[in-house]
Protein backbone atom coordinates (compact mmCIF):
# COMPACT_ATOMS: atom_id res chain seq x y z
CA UNK A 1 0.00 0.00 0.00
CA UNK A 2 1.71 3.54 -0.68
CA UNK A 3 1.99 6.32 1.43
CA UNK A 4 -0.55 8.48 -0.35
CA UNK A 5 -3.51 5.78 0.01
CA UNK A 6 -2.52 5.17 3.43
CA UNK A 7 -2.35 8.95 4.31
CA UNK A 8 -5.74 9.30 2.78
CA UNK A 9 -7.20 6.08 4.74
CA UNK A 10 -5.94 7.48 8.11
CA UNK A 11 -7.51 11.01 7.24
CA UNK A 12 -10.66 9.54 6.45
CA UNK A 13 -10.33 6.93 10.08
CA UNK A 14 -9.02 10.26 12.13
CA UNK A 15 -12.20 12.29 10.75
CA UNK A 16 -14.45 9.43 12.18
CA UNK A 17 -12.46 9.07 15.44
CA UNK A 18 -14.15 11.24 18.34
CA UNK A 19 -11.91 10.51 20.55
CA UNK A 20 -8.88 11.82 21.34
CA UNK A 21 -6.20 9.02 22.13
CA UNK A 22 -7.33 7.49 19.24
CA UNK A 23 -6.32 10.65 17.00
CA UNK A 24 -3.12 11.17 18.49
CA UNK A 25 -2.15 7.11 18.11
CA UNK A 26 -3.49 7.68 14.44
CA UNK A 27 -0.92 10.90 14.22
CA UNK A 28 1.90 9.61 15.80
CA UNK A 29 1.73 6.24 13.59
CA UNK A 30 2.16 8.77 10.32
CA UNK A 31 5.10 10.33 12.58
CA UNK A 32 6.26 6.84 13.21
CA UNK A 33 6.39 5.69 9.63
CA UNK A 34 7.46 8.65 7.92
CA UNK A 35 8.79 10.79 10.27
CA UNK A 36 9.20 14.37 9.54
CA UNK A 37 8.24 14.17 5.83
CA UNK A 38 4.49 13.85 7.41
CA UNK A 39 4.50 17.44 8.61
CA UNK A 40 6.95 18.95 5.89
CA UNK A 41 3.63 17.76 4.21
CA UNK A 42 1.71 19.72 5.33
CA UNK A 43 3.53 22.71 5.19
CA UNK A 44 4.34 22.43 1.72
CA UNK A 45 0.76 22.21 0.45
CA UNK A 46 -0.65 24.77 2.84
CA UNK A 47 2.29 27.66 2.31
CA UNK A 48 2.64 29.40 -0.42
CA UNK A 49 6.20 29.59 -2.55
CA UNK A 50 7.95 32.63 -1.91
CA UNK A 51 6.98 35.48 -4.58
CA UNK A 52 3.31 33.40 -5.45
CA UNK A 53 0.67 36.37 -5.00
CA UNK A 54 -2.25 35.17 -2.33
CA UNK A 55 -5.05 35.59 -4.97
CA UNK A 56 -3.18 32.77 -6.82
CA UNK A 57 -3.73 30.61 -4.45
CA UNK A 58 -5.50 29.30 -1.57
CA UNK A 59 -2.22 28.69 0.37
CA UNK A 60 -1.20 30.96 2.93
CA UNK A 61 1.97 32.69 4.13
CA UNK A 62 4.66 31.06 6.70
CA UNK A 63 3.71 33.42 8.92
CA UNK A 64 -0.32 32.71 8.98
CA UNK A 65 0.49 28.90 9.19
CA UNK A 66 2.84 29.88 12.01
CA UNK A 67 -0.22 31.48 13.76
CA UNK A 68 -2.71 29.08 12.76
CA UNK A 69 -0.15 26.15 14.12
CA UNK A 70 0.93 28.22 17.27
CA UNK A 71 4.59 27.79 16.38
CA UNK A 72 7.39 30.32 15.23
CA UNK A 73 7.53 31.15 11.04
CA UNK A 74 11.30 30.32 11.63
CA UNK A 75 10.25 26.89 12.83
CA UNK A 76 7.82 26.91 9.49
CA UNK A 77 10.44 27.78 7.37
CA UNK A 78 12.67 24.64 8.39
CA UNK A 79 10.16 22.23 7.53
CA UNK A 80 9.78 24.59 4.08
CA UNK A 81 13.49 24.43 3.40
CA UNK A 82 13.50 20.51 3.58
CA UNK A 83 11.26 19.55 1.48
CA UNK A 84 12.18 22.15 -1.05
CA UNK A 85 15.80 20.87 -1.05
CA UNK A 86 14.28 17.48 -1.18
CA UNK A 87 11.99 18.72 -4.07
CA UNK A 88 15.17 19.88 -6.05
CA UNK A 89 16.91 16.07 -5.82
CA UNK A 90 13.32 14.89 -6.94
CA UNK A 91 12.46 12.95 -3.75
CA UNK A 92 9.45 14.81 -3.33
CA UNK A 93 7.06 16.66 -5.65
CA UNK A 94 7.80 21.28 -5.63
CA UNK A 95 5.67 23.03 -4.37
CA UNK A 96 3.64 24.42 -7.39
CA UNK A 97 2.08 20.76 -7.52
CA UNK A 98 0.38 20.41 -4.38
CA UNK A 99 -2.56 21.49 -3.65
CA UNK A 100 -4.34 22.02 0.47
CA UNK A 101 -5.53 19.06 1.62
CA UNK A 102 -3.34 16.39 -1.14
CA UNK A 103 -1.56 13.68 -0.45
CA UNK A 104 1.54 12.43 -1.83
CA UNK A 105 3.47 9.44 -1.35
CA UNK A 106 6.62 10.18 1.00
CA UNK A 107 10.08 9.40 1.45
CA UNK A 108 11.43 6.71 4.27
CA UNK A 109 11.91 8.48 7.10
CA UNK A 110 15.96 8.00 7.64
CA UNK A 111 16.01 10.56 4.53
CA UNK A 112 14.57 13.11 6.32
CA UNK A 113 17.61 14.04 8.69
CA UNK A 114 19.79 14.47 5.68
CA UNK A 115 17.08 17.37 4.67
CA UNK A 116 16.06 18.92 7.82
CA UNK A 117 18.13 21.14 10.06
CA UNK A 118 16.27 21.46 13.56
CA UNK A 119 18.29 24.81 13.95
CA UNK A 120 18.38 28.09 12.64
CA UNK A 121 22.38 27.90 12.70
CA UNK A 122 22.53 25.29 9.98
CA UNK A 123 21.90 27.99 8.02
CA UNK A 124 25.16 30.10 8.83
CA UNK A 125 28.65 29.13 7.72
CA UNK A 126 29.47 28.03 11.11
CA UNK A 127 26.84 25.65 10.17
CA UNK A 128 27.62 25.01 7.25
CA UNK A 129 30.92 24.26 8.05
CA UNK A 130 29.76 21.32 10.97
CA UNK A 131 27.45 19.63 9.00
CA UNK A 132 29.79 19.13 6.32
CA UNK A 133 32.21 18.09 8.47
CA UNK A 134 29.18 15.66 10.29
CA UNK A 135 29.15 14.52 6.63
CA UNK A 136 32.88 13.90 6.17
CA UNK A 137 32.69 11.86 9.28
CA UNK A 138 29.39 9.34 8.21
CA UNK A 139 27.08 10.71 11.37
CA UNK A 140 24.13 13.18 10.98
CA UNK A 141 24.90 16.67 10.82
CA UNK A 142 21.84 17.95 13.30
CA UNK A 143 23.95 15.65 16.01
CA UNK A 144 26.73 17.62 15.44
CA UNK A 145 24.87 21.05 15.21
CA UNK A 146 23.33 20.17 18.72
CA UNK A 147 26.58 19.35 20.64
CA UNK A 148 27.98 22.78 19.02
CA UNK A 149 25.11 24.68 20.30
CA UNK A 150 25.78 23.49 24.02
CA UNK A 151 29.13 23.62 25.01
CA UNK A 152 28.58 22.92 28.33
CA UNK A 153 27.03 19.78 27.54
CA UNK A 154 30.49 19.06 25.95
CA UNK A 155 32.11 19.68 28.78
CA UNK A 156 30.18 17.82 30.95
CA UNK A 157 30.15 14.84 29.11
CA UNK A 158 34.33 15.13 28.24
CA UNK A 159 34.81 15.50 32.15
CA UNK A 160 32.58 12.75 32.87
CA UNK A 161 33.54 9.98 30.43
CA UNK A 162 36.85 9.04 29.16
CA UNK A 163 36.00 7.68 25.61
CA UNK A 164 34.24 11.37 25.10
CA UNK A 165 37.41 12.53 26.40
CA UNK A 166 40.25 11.00 24.10
CA UNK A 167 37.45 11.95 21.19
CA UNK A 168 37.65 15.58 21.67
CA UNK A 169 41.81 14.94 22.36
CA UNK A 170 41.93 13.02 18.48
CA UNK A 171 39.71 15.84 17.29
CA UNK A 172 41.58 18.55 18.65
CA UNK A 173 44.52 17.28 17.57
CA UNK A 174 43.69 17.14 13.95
CA UNK A 175 42.55 20.62 14.03
CA UNK A 176 45.48 22.18 15.60
CA UNK A 177 48.11 21.41 12.66
CA UNK A 178 45.91 24.01 10.51
CA UNK A 179 44.91 26.48 13.10
CA UNK A 180 48.30 28.61 14.53
CA UNK A 181 45.79 30.36 16.47
CA UNK A 182 44.87 27.35 18.30
CA UNK A 183 48.26 26.40 18.48
CA UNK A 184 49.41 29.34 20.44
CA UNK A 185 46.66 29.03 22.63
CA UNK A 186 47.55 25.67 23.91
CA UNK A 187 51.24 26.49 24.20
CA UNK A 188 50.15 29.04 26.16
CA UNK A 189 47.80 27.07 28.57
CA UNK A 190 50.26 24.27 28.73
CA UNK A 191 53.28 26.47 30.00
CA UNK A 192 51.00 28.06 32.39
CA UNK A 193 49.86 24.71 33.83
CA UNK A 194 52.30 22.91 36.02
CA UNK A 195 50.88 19.35 35.95
CA UNK A 196 51.49 19.69 32.08
CA UNK A 197 54.70 21.18 31.79
CA UNK A 198 55.50 18.44 34.15
CA UNK A 199 53.46 15.87 31.48
CA UNK A 200 55.41 17.33 28.47
CA UNK A 201 59.23 17.43 30.14
CA UNK A 202 58.72 13.60 30.73
CA UNK A 203 56.85 12.51 27.14
CA UNK A 204 59.90 14.97 25.68
CA UNK A 205 62.64 12.81 27.83
CA UNK A 206 61.05 9.63 26.20
CA UNK A 207 60.92 11.09 22.91
CA UNK A 208 64.73 11.59 22.93
CA UNK A 209 65.65 8.61 24.10
CA UNK A 210 63.50 6.49 21.91
CA UNK A 211 65.10 9.07 19.24
CA UNK A 212 68.69 7.93 20.68
CA UNK A 213 67.86 4.40 20.20
CA UNK A 214 66.42 5.15 16.85
CA UNK A 215 69.41 6.71 15.30
CA UNK A 216 71.69 3.23 16.31
CA UNK A 217 68.94 1.00 14.88
CA UNK A 218 67.90 2.49 11.90
CA UNK A 219 71.15 4.51 10.76
CA UNK A 220 73.71 2.28 12.46
CA UNK A 221 75.56 5.00 14.15
CA UNK A 222 76.35 5.67 18.03
CA UNK A 223 77.54 8.91 19.52
CA UNK A 224 79.49 8.23 22.37
CA UNK A 225 79.54 10.24 25.83
CA UNK A 226 81.98 12.63 24.62
CA UNK A 227 80.27 13.74 21.24
CA UNK A 228 81.99 11.17 18.30
CA UNK A 229 80.05 9.88 16.45
CA UNK A 230 80.67 6.29 15.19
CA UNK A 231 79.54 3.44 13.24
CA UNK A 232 77.71 1.10 15.32
CA UNK A 233 79.46 -2.45 15.45
CA UNK A 234 76.68 -5.25 14.11
CA UNK A 235 76.22 -6.77 17.81
CA UNK A 236 75.43 -3.48 19.12
CA UNK A 237 73.16 -2.69 16.44
CA UNK A 238 71.47 -5.86 16.73
CA UNK A 239 70.33 -4.76 19.96
CA UNK A 240 69.16 -1.62 19.05
CA UNK A 241 66.98 -3.22 16.77
CA UNK A 242 65.48 -5.61 19.55
CA UNK A 243 64.76 -2.39 22.00
CA UNK A 244 63.03 -0.58 19.20
CA UNK A 245 61.12 -3.54 18.01
CA UNK A 246 59.58 -3.72 21.81
CA UNK A 247 58.79 0.05 21.93
CA UNK A 248 56.92 0.23 18.65
CA UNK A 249 55.06 -3.12 19.49
CA UNK A 250 53.74 -0.61 22.89
CA UNK A 251 49.98 -0.25 22.93
CA UNK A 252 49.04 3.50 22.10
CA UNK A 253 47.93 4.06 25.58
CA UNK A 254 50.67 2.46 27.24
CA UNK A 255 53.45 4.21 28.66
CA UNK A 256 56.51 4.13 27.10
CA UNK A 257 58.55 5.97 29.54
CA UNK A 258 59.87 3.12 31.69
CA UNK A 259 60.40 1.34 28.49
CA UNK A 260 62.36 4.09 26.82
CA UNK A 261 64.73 4.44 29.79
CA UNK A 262 65.70 0.58 30.00
CA UNK A 263 66.58 0.79 26.29
CA UNK A 264 68.53 3.99 26.59
CA UNK A 265 70.49 3.07 29.85
CA UNK A 266 71.08 -0.20 28.12
CA UNK A 267 72.39 1.31 24.95
CA UNK A 268 74.70 4.04 26.84
CA UNK A 269 76.41 1.26 28.69
CA UNK A 270 76.88 -0.82 25.10
CA UNK A 271 78.16 2.08 23.64
CA UNK A 272 80.64 2.96 27.10
CA UNK A 273 82.08 -0.75 26.75
CA UNK A 274 82.36 -0.49 23.41
CA UNK A 275 84.76 2.56 23.67
CA UNK A 276 86.44 1.03 26.42
CA UNK A 277 87.22 -2.29 24.56
CA UNK A 278 88.99 -0.74 21.49
CA UNK A 279 92.50 1.39 22.92
CA UNK A 280 92.50 3.19 19.88
CA UNK A 281 88.92 4.51 20.32
CA UNK A 282 89.09 4.72 24.09
CA UNK A 283 92.78 7.51 23.46
CA UNK A 284 90.17 9.30 20.79
CA UNK A 285 87.44 9.39 23.32
CA UNK A 286 89.71 11.17 26.03
CA UNK A 287 91.26 13.56 23.11
CA UNK A 288 87.62 14.80 21.82
CA UNK A 289 86.91 15.01 25.73
CA UNK A 290 89.82 16.94 26.47
CA UNK A 291 89.26 19.34 23.17
CA UNK A 292 85.38 19.63 24.04
CA UNK A 293 86.55 20.93 28.16
CA UNK A 294 88.72 23.20 26.68
CA UNK A 295 86.85 24.41 24.05
CA UNK A 296 84.02 25.64 26.61
CA UNK A 297 86.44 27.04 29.27
CA UNK A 298 88.21 29.06 26.44
CA UNK A 299 84.69 30.11 25.76
CA UNK A 300 83.63 31.22 29.30
CA UNK A 301 87.12 33.35 29.76
CA UNK A 302 86.21 35.26 26.37
CA UNK A 303 83.37 36.18 27.65
CA UNK A 304 84.89 38.17 30.59
CA UNK A 305 85.58 41.98 30.51
CA UNK A 306 87.59 44.25 32.44
CA UNK A 307 87.37 47.35 31.45
CA UNK A 308 85.26 47.91 34.77
CA UNK A 309 87.66 46.19 37.24
CA UNK A 310 87.99 48.88 39.30
CA UNK A 311 84.19 48.69 40.05
CA UNK A 312 84.08 44.80 40.28
CA UNK A 313 87.94 44.20 41.67
CA UNK A 314 88.26 41.84 45.09
CA UNK A 315 91.40 40.19 46.23
CA UNK A 316 89.65 36.40 45.68
CA UNK A 317 89.41 36.85 41.70
CA UNK A 318 93.10 37.78 41.86
CA UNK A 319 93.52 34.43 43.64
CA UNK A 320 91.71 31.93 41.85
CA UNK A 321 93.14 33.57 38.32
CA UNK A 322 96.81 33.18 39.66
CA UNK A 323 95.17 29.30 40.64
CA UNK A 324 94.12 29.34 37.14
CA UNK A 325 97.19 30.36 35.93
CA UNK A 326 99.19 27.96 37.38
CA UNK A 327 96.85 25.24 36.59
CA UNK A 328 97.00 26.28 32.99
CA UNK A 329 100.77 25.89 33.54
CA UNK A 330 100.30 22.84 34.64
CA UNK A 331 98.52 21.32 32.14
CA UNK A 332 100.85 23.03 29.35
CA UNK A 333 104.39 21.38 30.69
CA UNK A 334 102.34 18.13 31.19
CA UNK A 335 101.41 18.19 27.50
CA UNK A 336 104.93 19.68 26.43
CA UNK A 337 106.62 16.68 28.16
CA UNK A 338 104.43 14.05 26.63
CA UNK A 339 105.43 15.95 23.12
CA UNK A 340 109.30 15.48 24.39
CA UNK A 341 108.75 12.26 24.90
CA UNK A 342 107.21 11.35 21.10
Sequence with gaps: MTAAIASSEESAARADTPNPVERDAHDFGAYARNGGWAFALKVARSVRPGGQSADDTQKVSAKEFAELAGCSPERVMRYYKAWDRAADDGLVPHFET????????????????????????????????????????????????????????LRAAILADPSTAKAARAALLDRVKEDPALQTELARDISRTEELKKAVA????????????????????????????????????????????????????????????????????????????DPELRVQERRT??????????????????????????????????????????????????????
Design 98 to 153: LLPGADVELPDAEAWSAYYASRSSAASERGTAIAEAAEAEGIRPTKALEVAENPTA
Design 289 to 342: KFYSSLQKATKVFEELTFDDADDIYEDDMVQRLEELQQAIGTAIAALRGAAGRD
Design 202 to 277: TENRAADRIGYVRQIAEKGQIRTPAGQTLDAPAELRSEAERHLSLLDELDEGEDAGEWATEAYDTMKNLVVETVEA
